[in-house]
């Protein structure tokens, strides 16, 4: 009986903490609620998992909220914890969607703002050691999305929390500068990025070349190439190169071109007919 009692207390903890993997192709879940009704549908028109995602049809401060298991941060869960999705943006604005996760008396230690600043898919991870707030609190029994003070509309998607382990590889973007402290790491190439971007040019940027400079490039383009000795594409790979293109299935959708998702290769399924960006080096190649 004792033995049984340990058992079902070990279950019930791993239930407690276990990830939430939502990918939308089964419809919309009872966890999930808005403030305003018919703001939420399953859409064809964009994904990243499967052939569906779930589209918000926003009004201004509209709440997406989220029901969740309890969880409790203690130091190791806050260092490793966090939440990814994907988020499908239709057209680049100056606002944010923000993240809140909030204890059973309504208040919110960590949070953090996505900006909307894109046109397109974009991921956002993002561990709580990055979020903002006082991270006083560390029971978290829901959490939720606001909306900018505008309408509009988002497409979500592979949607999983809490991550247990999230991914070192998170960086600061656009979207979330402050995401990743690494970037003191010199050799750390992937959360620098961010930080390159940001560096002033010392002479200012051409607008249109000359014919002689054109040239100049042309040259340049010429004896990099004798250098490090490209060959032509042979019939090997311009054949594995069309074969990843089959793969990609890229056809014309109701609003864009719609094909297989394309993933980072830390997450990606193979069986379900994903694809990793290492894919589309192969099929440009």
């Known amino acids: 009986m004792i033995k049984a009692i340990k058992f079902f207390s070990i279950f019930l903890i791993c239930q407690q903490i276990g990830a939430q993997t939502i990918g939308f192709e089964e419809g919309i879940p009872e966890s999930i609620r808005t403030t305003n ?31 969740i298991d309890p969880i409790v941060l203690d130091e190791g869960k806050e260092k490793n914890y966090g939440i990814t999705l994907w ?15 909030v204890d059973a008396a309504g208040k919110v230690s960590y949070w953090f703002t996505y900006q909307l600043k894109y046109e397109g898919w974009r991921a956002c991870w993002i561990g709580f050691q990055h979020m903002k707030g006082d991270k006083l609190q560390k029971e978290i ?11 509009g ?10 991550v247990t382990r999230i991914n070192q590889r998170t960086t600061p973007d656009k979207q979330m500068p402050y995401n990743n402290s690494m970037t003191y790491r010199d050799l750390w ?21 000359t014919q002689k400079q054109t040239d100049d490039l042309q040259l340049i383009e010429q004896r990099v190439n004798e250098y490090i000795g ?34 980072a290769p830390d997450e990606i399924n193979r ?11 192969t099929m440009l190649a």
């Not at 399953?42 to 049809?57: F, P, R, T």
């Not at 029994?141 to 309408?151: F, Q």
């Not at 509309?153 to 809490?162: G, K």
Request: aromatic share 16%; glycine share 4%; hydrophobic share 30%.
């Open 87 to 101: 988020i499908y943006n239709e057209k680049p604005q100056n606002d944010s969607l923000r993240f809140e996760f």
């Open 153 to 162: 509309r988002v497409y979500i998607d592979r949607l999983v929390f809490p």
């Open 37 to 67: 009704k018919n703001e939420l549908t399953i859409s064809s028109n964009y994904y990243k998992d499967g052939q569906k995602s779930m589209a918000w049809d926003f009004k201004p401060q509209s709440v997406l909220d989220f029901s």
């Open 230 to 263: 490209c060959e032509p594409y042979s019939d090997k790979q311009i054949k594995t190169a069309y074969q990843v293109l089959k793969k990609a299935n890229i056809r014309k959708g109701k609003k864009s071109y719609t094909g297989a998702p394309v993933v």
């Open 271 to 281: 069986k379900a007919g994903e694809m990793s960006w290492n894919d589309l080096e």
């Open 189 to 209: 190439h992937w959360c620098r990025v961010w930080q390159w971007e940001q560096y002033q040019y010392d002479i200012p940027l051409l607008t249109s070349l």
């Open 141 to 151: 029994e829901s959490y939720r999305i606001i909306a900018p003070n505008r309408k």
